[in-house]
């Protein structure tokens, strides 16, 4: 039993420096090995601060640049449907034709009517011409008469006469003169006929231009040029003047509308960067995008923001016109809209795939050092512009930047770093920061590295 422990002891003693000589072994090869390893390359891009366009997107529907409701202006029975429902029409275009029996008995009185009036007018003329002619007989005899009592005059101082022939001569006189003034009144009444008979003449043409007015409204015409939807109405329908329902619709598409939302905080925060010096303002050109995510080939211009912010829904509405000549916009369309509503001063352009997010969701990118080690930076984001992220602070000018293989690497790690040669093969495409973390973006764009670390893998199998 004793010879038995003692070999035992013996051959764990033994087993026990074979496993530390075999340790130190091992980790003096690891050691040996991380000294040959080569410092990772990394591919940074030069930083430079420009001015920036702040382009926002902003959700907006279409609507019609005019829009009239078509309703009669006289009462009647339509007899034709003169357009094609759904068709492009002209200013003045005839759209429907309402009959047309009772405008027409109206014109031929109305005609009637004023031949009349002229006629009563010719009368008028006839009985003042008349009555002054009777007034010029009633002065003669008045005349006559003053002068038969003239001679008597002097015939009744001397009693060459009688009185009675005297009082005749003076009742003579009296009643010529009472004649001249019925014939003068008959005069006024005869000028009041003509008078009247004029404003016959004139209410007589009134009632038969109203008449031709009435007979013109017949055919209802197209108030604007543009297109037309259904027609409400068919032929035979009764129609009235000032009918609430209207009998078509016509919209004019070009240009057309865009009406856009934005929140009154993002305004306010625009206004205030603005204010502080932060941005400038921006352009009225806005770029439109459709349905389909197809970008509509002509600019919009910024016509109007209105001076009030909705209480329901907390924005306000901007409008923008659009040039539509082939009618591609629609009224009631969802479009988005790209507006630059301000220009960021000293910022920098940043490809998506430098930007890494701390478990806060904080943005940070990685620089290269004078001394080549990787240094972290916090950095502010704002928006994108053309599939970058727009960076106002954290970034100075002459930085080298991290662009391809930072999830590689960590901070005060010695690298290699090299010139980006294809800046515009970097950025990832756009929502690829959303799909998927920026290391994982930073792994599948670094495959240049990754060739070159694998090319290198026989010689650090050899140095181990």
């Excluded at 764990?12 to 390359?41: H, I």
């Excluded at 005869?190 to 009134?206: D, L």
């Excluded at 980006?420 to 240049?448: I, S, V, Y």
């Amino acid at each position: 039993m004793k010879h038995s422990t003692l070999a035992l002891v013996i051959a764990s003693v033994l087993s026990g420096a074979v496993l530390v000589g075999c340790d130190k072994n091992e980790d003096a090869a690891g050691a040996a090995a991380q000294q040959q390893m080569p410092p990772a390359v990394v591919n940074v891009q030069t930083v430079t601060l420009d001015t920036v366009p702040q382009v926002q997107t902003f959700a907006g529907r279409t609507a019609a640049y005019q829009t009239a409701d078509v309703r009669p202006q006289v009462n009647g029975i339509i007899d034709e449907v003169l357009f094609r429902e759904g068709s492009n029409v002209k200013k003045g275009q005839p759209l429907y034709r309402i009959n047309t029996d009772n405008y027409a008995t109206s014109i031929t009185s109305g005609q009637a009517a004023i031949q009349q009036a002229e006629a009563n007018y010719q009368t008028a003329l006839a009985n003042n011409a008349n009555a002054k002619a009777e007034l010029a007989s009633r002065q003669a005899s008045l005349a006559q008469a003053q002068n038969d009592l003239q001679r008597l005059q002097g015939l009744i101082d001397i009693d060459a006469i009688s009185k009675q022939q005297y009082d005749q001569a003076v009742t003579q006189v009296r009643t010529a003169q009472a004649a001249v003034e019925s014939a003068r009144a008959a005069i006024g009444q005869t000028e009041a006929g003509i008078e009247s008979a004029k404003a016959g003449i004139q209410t007589a043409k009134a009632n038969l231009q109203a008449s031709t007015l009435d007979l013109n409204r017949t055919i209802v015409r197209a108030p604007l040029a543009g297109r037309t939807d259904r027609s409400s109405v068919t032929a035979g329908t009764l129609v009235s003047a000032g009918q609430p329902d209207p009998l078509v619709t016509i919209s004019r598409l070009d240009p057309i509308y865009v009406d856009i939302s934005q929140s009154s905080s993002e305004l306010l925060k625009l206004r205030q960067q603005i204010s502080a010096g932060k941005a400038q303002a921006g352009m009225n050109s806005v770029e439109l995008v459709l349905e389909d995510g197809s970008v509509y080939p002509v600019r919009g211009k910024l016509a109007l923001s209105e001076a009030k912010v909705d209480e329901s829904t907390g924005a306000v509405t901007l409008r923008a016109v659009f040039p539509n000549p082939n009618n591609v916009l629609l009224p009631g369309m969802y479009v988005s809209a790209r507006l630059t509503q301000s220009v960021i001063t000293n910022a920098a352009l940043v490809p998506q795939s430098a930007v890494m997010r701390t478990p806060k969701s904080e943005p940070q990118v990685y620089i290269v050092d004078e001394n080549n080690k990787i240094q972290v930076r916090p950095v502010t984001i704002n928006g994108t512009y053309k599939d970058q992220w727009v960076v106002t602070d954290g970034l100075q000018a002459g930085d080298k930047l991290v662009i391809i293989g930072g999830s590689k690497v960590k901070p005060e790690q010695e690298v290699v770093a090299k010139p980006l040669e294809n800046p515009n093969a970097a950025p990832a495409k756009p929502g690829a920061a959303t799909a998927q973390t920026p290391q994982q973006a930073a792994k599948a764009m670094d495959k240049p590295a990754s060739k070159d670390a694998a090319a290198k893998k026989p010689a650090e199998s050899t140095a181990n």
